[in-house]
Structure formats: structure tokens, C-alpha cells
């Protein structure tokens, strides 16, 4: 099994404001739950802090600079390599966030998940620029939300390989 990242965003890059998603699309939600049912979901210790729980039936592994940091329902690790060697063989590897731990995955996955909200939205918190070049578009299907009157697409990228 290989390892994604999966990531909502704003078309201006926003995915983060204050430690919590800045909207609320109820399909979004149930697409991640989904897709990381069963798997592994690997995060730094502030996308930890603002989920307060575990994600069930899931393993969560937290990368934390705190050495002897011990969280009920988790793992801990101390570099993303870690927490990737500490994933069970056969799962899928989600990277769940944030910022600065999307930064380091981006050499390593071969799959993003994202759903992009067509809207500029206020934040502090923003996905790293990908250079999409390497990247080929294998999925995206648009949707729209009534209760936030938010549209967005569901998009998948896959790393092309080197010819």
C-alpha cells in the first residue's frame, strides 16, 4: 500500500484558521472517514490537538518534537519516516496534516486526495505550492453544498512516473 495525502483547501490555498477547518461540508467528512476507515492516519501534534480524540478504526500515529509525549488512542513518533515505519504492513498511510507535515510528505506520496472548495476562504494555516507538472488529474468530480452554498470538487492526483 502506498502513501496519500488527503487534504481539503480553499482555492486560495486556506486549510486551517485558529487550529479548526474553516467550513463545514458534511460530504467532505464522510468521503475522509471513507477513505481512511481501516488505514493508518499519520499527523503532526497540532492537527492532533485540534481533533482532541483518535480517529476511529483507524491507527493514528503523531509526529511530535516531544520526546516522551503520550497520547491515549495514538503512537508517537518523532519524524514522518518514523511514523511511516511504525504503520502496519498491508494500509494504506494517510497524511491527515498539517501544514509543515504535508510540506515533508510531498517527496514521498504518490496519491493525493483533495477536495478544493471554489472559494477563497480567511485562514493561518495553508497547503504547500505543488509544482503539478508530475501530477496527472485521474479524478475529479464537482459537488455542491447547499447549507454552506460552498462548490468543490473532489480531486485525485496520482505521481506520474518517471519515462
Known sequence: MGITIIVAKAKNGTIGNNGTLPWHLSADLKRFKRLTTGNTVIMGRKTWDSIGRPLPNRNNIVITRSAHLSLNGAKTASTLEEAIHMAPEGLEKFIIGGAEIYKLALPLINT???TVIDKE???DTYFPDID???WEEVSN???HDETSDFSYSFVTYQRMMAR
Do not use: D, N, Q
Request: aromatic share 8%; glycine share 8%.
Open 121 to 123: 476562504v480567511a485562514g
Open 141 to 143: 468530480t464537482l459537488h
Open 112 to 114: 493525493i486526495e483533495m
Open 132 to 134: 503539478f507538472t508530475s
